[in-house]
């Protein structure tokens, strides 16, 4: 895939994908990620099935499922199998400390919580330069929104103190997630306590949810160029 090629953090995104990949044993319901550390993941489970491994996926994005798809993964969904043994997925921000998370640069954010809190362990799979001391640190929490009253939602954002941003495709046109939400991209800068600022930001009307994972994470595989690490929720 070429924007994978052009990614100059690829071969790590690649190594932690595939330590993550061994974790998938026979039988079991997988939670399939989105972004480009999840597609190095679902390629090398599409190996493993072609080799014979079999299990069952829920992906979180309409184009994990069509990667899925394309090696055969059989996809399933939550009214048959509504508790999944494993989710792995790649991440915008970790915070060393905490595991907790920024996601959703990939705007798949939602789908990507509904499957990590349906999951009996959440892995994580990024490479080191997504670790912080603080999240909020590089990247905008990005919060998905109803296109119904948005500035609205949009000013009781900005009165937690955030500047907000309106996702754009690459066209420049207004992104729509898969579940037709628009995202707004808030930048708070660190985040003291980002716990705090998810109780805050959750009860907006017109917030579906937000990219703030607190608290779910069970392990993070973190690609360096020395080699991986492990990092295990406390
Ligand atoms: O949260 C996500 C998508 O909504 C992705 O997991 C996150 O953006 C990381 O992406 P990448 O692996 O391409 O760096």
Redesign the pocket.
């Known amino acids: 895939m070429s924007t994978q090629n052009a ?1 100059p ?1 690829a071969e790590l ?1 690649r190594k932690a994908a595939i330590e993550a990949a061994d974790m998938v044993r026979e039988g079991m319901v997988v939670g399939l ?7 190095f993941m679902i390629e090398e489970l599409g190996r493993r099935w072609a080799e014979g491994l079999r299990f069952v996926a829920i992906p ?2 309409e184009r994990s499922a069509e990667q899925a798809r394309s090696h055969g993964i059989r996809l399933v969904t939550f009214a048959t199998h509504p508790q999944i043994d494993i989710d792995i ?4 921000e970790v915070e060393r400390g905490s595991l907790n998370l920024i ?7 939602f789908r ?1 919580k509904i499957v990590a809190a349906a999951s009996r362990k959440f892995v994580v ?2 490479d080191d330069s ?1 670790l912080v001391d603080r999240l909020g640190a590089r990247v905008p929490v ?1 919060v998905e929104v109803a296109t119904f009253g948005w500035t609205s939602t949009a000013r009781q954002i900005e009165a937690l103190g955030a500047r907000i941003t309106q996702r754009l495709d690459r066209s420049g046109n207004v992104f729509v997630t898969d579940g037709g939400n628009m995202i707004l991209d808030c930048h708070f800068g660190e985040i003291a306590n980002s716990a705090q600022l998810q109780a805050q930001l959750a009860p907006i009307v017109g917030v579906i949810e937000t ?1 703030l994972f607190i608290g779910r994470t069970s392990e993070v595989i973190v690609a360096t160029a020395t080699g991986l690490q492990k990092l295990v929720a406390a």
């Open positions: 990614d953090r995104k990620g989105s972004g480009s550390t999840s597609a979180t994005s997925d790649g991440a915008d996601k959703g640069l990939g705007g798949a954010l990507e799979v990024v997504k990005p990219g």
